[in-house]
């Protein structure tokens, strides 16, 4: 494979006991390029996700981002490198309930410690993401796309390489989710980060740089027929 990829699978194999879920996926991700992953529910997409963002350790085979080897890292290593590189958005948006949409956007500011270019960001990008309007209201008071911007720019407000997102729009109605899919792209592409989608959604797929199915355990180019 490339030496030149930001992210690079070789040969992933996962299995839940002694049920296998991938099988040897290998894959490789340029800076700021973006990807669907598409397939049948329980094909393993969310496993791979988890793999990717170093959630999990594959059970053979080898994860590097920007070159450095996950299995070589330890736990601590490994959740500063999340914490700097990986931003995560899931299908629903784990917000906390009792916290404000600024407070949850700071969330992961937290742990280096919010600065006041920290602070501008989040208010930048929820300005962005059209929620500066918003910015007191508890997650309870907001709709579920409103809550999936949010998530999305909580995600993003540590600067990542990388975006992971599982099924992002699959619990909203249909303008929503074509508009969160359209705020994917255009943040893939202004703020430069690179983009990994499992989705069932046509619309989603359609707007990122290449499509993926994964079946039997494996990665193929195209849909496999599996966008609804
Ligand atoms: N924690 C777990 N323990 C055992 N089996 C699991 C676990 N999580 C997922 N699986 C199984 O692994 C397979 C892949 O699941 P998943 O990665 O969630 O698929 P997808 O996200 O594509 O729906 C499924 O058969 C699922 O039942
Ligand atoms: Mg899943």
Redo the contacts with the bound molecule.
Sequence with gaps: MSGSAMLELDRVTYA??A?P?LRGVSLALAEGESMAIV??????????LHIIGSLDLPSTGTVRLDGEDFARLDERALAALRNRKIGFVFQLHHLLPQCSVLENVLVPLLVSGVTPAGYQRARRLLDRVGLSGRLGHRPAQLSGGECQRVAVVRALINRPRLLLA?EPTGSLDRASAEALAALLAELNRDEGVALIC?THSRQLAARLGRVLS?ADGVLQSGDGGALA
């Design positions: 839940y006991g049920v879920v397939g049948p529910s329980g094909c393993g997409k969310s496993t791979l599982d499992a994964l």
